[in-house]
């Protein structure tokens, strides 16, 4: 059973920093990829990043592009998201998931963690 568990949110003003983990347990042969999602006030929830366990990653949303990172530990078990220069149309709720790349690497979710950025 995958099994995958978020940590590093919290409160903090516009223009800091937050680095979120996402450590991720079990294993399926189509696991591939593990991503960060994010639900902000008003809007769908949308694929902010993504990392393929072999090597590779993308950032899905421009708006966050240059600021946001997602990178992994040695033992890919664990998935990070650096957070640089929050804003406050950052804040939401952040969602650690995994899945096959090319299948939107969405099959198994955390429970998320909450960003909060003041202005």
């Known amino acids: 059973e995958v099994q995958l568990e978020e940590s590093g949110g919290g409160s903090v003003q516009a223009g800091g920093s937050l680095r979120l983990s996402c450590s991720h347990t079990?294993?399926?042969?189509?696991?591939?990829?593990v991503a960060w999602f994010r639900r902000v006030p008003g809007k769908e929830r949308e694929r902010v990043a993504r990392?393929?366990?072999?090597?590779?990653?993308?950032v899905d949303i421009d708006s966050v592009k240059g600021r946001f990172a997602i990178s992994q530990d040695h033992a890919k078990t664990r998935v990070y998201l650096q957070m640089n220069d929050l804003k406050s149309d950052d804040t939401g709720l952040y969602y650690c998931?995994?899945?096959?790349?090319?299948?939107?690497?969405?099959?198994?979710w955390g429970r998320g963690t909450q960003v909060t950025v003041s202005s």
């Open positions: 990392i393929y366990t072999a090597g590779g990653n993308t």
């Open positions: 079990g294993y399926t042969t189509s696991l591939n990829c």
């Open positions: 998931a995994a899945g096959g790349w090319f299948a939107g690497c969405s099959d198994y």
